[in-house]
């Protein structure tokens, strides 16, 4: 929760990874909205239609104040035998409400402004400016899913 006088952000949070029946992502880290980096209470991410990107929205991320994440896989709805990701903690310094796009394992992350529909406001207002800047979030999260894959196979 945010202190009196301190501005609050939500954070979008997305990363591309393949996962199995009944395995749910989470993200988690430093700022008790991520658990306090205690997957169990770390807060559950959603599986998109295409069915690797996973994406959830958190709200109440002090803006200005660095923390670090992780995204972790749990199996089923336990906790217990909670997946982390290999690399180094993340750290982000939210100016606003952001979009962070990553992949799974991959250092690194792309941030951006809040996507339509997660907390951010579409510039310009109306349905036609919401529907151009929604189209142009997809075609640079593709685009970044897609460099920052590369990135990973060449890495290897």
């Known amino acids: ?19 199995g029946p009944g395995e749910r992502v989470r993200v988690v880290g430093d700022p008790s909205v991520l658990g306090e ?6 807060p559950s991410l959603e599986l998109s239609s295409s069915g690797a990107l996973w994406s959830g929205t958190v709200t ?6 660095p923390f670090n994440f992780k995204f972790v896989l749990v199996p ?3 906790a217990s035998a909670v997946q982390w990701e290999e690399i180094p903690n993340r750290t982000f310094q939210p100016g606003g409400d952001q ?20 907390g951010g406001q579409p510039e310009g207002g109306g349905h036609q400016a919401h ?3 929604e189209a142009e979030v997809k075609s ?6 897609r460099r920052l894959a590369e990135e990973a196979r060449a890495a290897r």
């Open 60 to 65: 109440g991320v002090q803006v200005g104040a």
């Open 76 to 78: 089923g709805d336990s």
């Open 37 to 42: 980096w205690d997957a169990s209470r770390a």
């Open 99 to 118: 979009t962070l796009t990553a992949v799974w394992d991959v250092p690194g992350f792309e941030a951006g402004p809040a996507a339509p529909g997660t």
């Open 131 to 133: 529907h151009g800047l």
């Open 1 to 19: 929760m945010a202190r009196l006088g301190v501005q609050a952000a939500a954070v979008t949070f997305q990363v591309e990874k393949q996962t």
């Open 140 to 145: 640079r999260l593709n685009a970044t899913l």
